[in-house]
DNA sequence: GAAGAAATGCAACTCAGTTGCATTTACTTC
DNA sequence: GAAGTAAATGCAACTGAGTTGCATTTCTTC
């Protein structure tokens, strides 16, 4: 998503090492437009390095905790990773194809995922919230027959 | 949800027919408020007949692809499941307990889920909006020690 | 460079959901 | 109401994503 962040300081200053293999994770994660799956991720790491696809889920659970990463459901079995939100790079909903399973990030500004908007009884916690749009990307949407 | 739908004409009328574990599953989810599990669900319905678990699923399946109820992803590997949304239940977000895993339905005034609002680019075709809010409920937040 | 800690690898496991096929139940048609 | 067909359900085995326990490697720190 951004090319110029510096994974290696992103991972520190979180307390992280930066390691070869979770440097490579995140920036995977962070350089492709759109979220990711663990297989995806994998196959795109394993081009530089190799890698256990345990590792895999411990980086990616790391990742996630230290919040640089967040985890998306896509309405199937497998999760989707994606860079988490910050201020340069604000919380967003995310656009699903039932048919390809293809997930890609919607502008911003399109749907505001603010969560003070909305009035729910506070009795509960809210610490993030989630907004995806399931359908048809362009391309399913033009070639039916796939 | 819901004690005065008749779960067996809901069934006729989108062309199925009502066996007794169809209308045992698709009564447990609407007279259930909140959302729930398959594990949840097969508990239930159990109570009051014998079911396989494979039928379950395909009873489930059957449902919401007949667009009587909908399948919701919690964030974790497990789908919920409730009544899909219809003019007397308009369609609504979720909440989440991160901690104890219990799903409820938000107010539907207080995000109102209309796709109308969104204005991403219409080279998708948007079939569906899922909003999820995840935190900790009133009970997992008092009892942090659990 | 030795000792301890952190990171990674490997094998086996879990859990939700699926598939293929057998069996039962319901629905015609005679 | 019996025979034949289709629909619904059951059972066993499988799949795929993710997890766990423990061994091995790599990094720190003295």
Redesign the pocket.
């Known amino acids: 998503m951004c090319d110029q962040c510096d994974y290696g300081t992103l991972l520190r200053s979180v307390g992280?090492?930066d390691?070869?293999?979770?440097e490579l994770v995140l920036g995977t994660i962070g350089n492709h437009q759109g979220v990711l799956?663990?297989?995806e991720i994998l196959e795109k790491v394993r081009r530089r390095i190799?890698?256990?696809?345990?590792?895999?889920?411990?980086?990616?659970?790391l990742l996630v905790q230290k919040k640089l990463v967040q985890r998306l459901s896509a309405g199937d079995?497998?999760?989707r990773y994606g860079l988490a939100g910050t201020s340069r790079h604000p919380d967003h909903a995310h656009f699903h194809c039932v048919h390809c399973g293809l997930m890609e990030c919607l502008d911003p500004a399109s749907i505001p995922l603010d969560l003070r908007q909305s009035q729910h009884p506070q009795l509960m916690k809210i610490e993030r919230m989630e907004v995806r749009l399931d359908g048809l990307c362009q391309t399913c949407r033009s070639h039916p027959d796939v």
């Not at 390691?19 to 979770?22: A, D, E, F, M």
């Not at 590792?55 to 659970?61: E, V």
Request: hydrophobic share 30%; charged share 30%.
């Open positions: 992280l090492s390691t070869p293999r979770r799956r663990p297989s190799s890698i256990n696809r345990v590792t895999l889920y411990r980086i990616l659970d079995r497998t999760f």
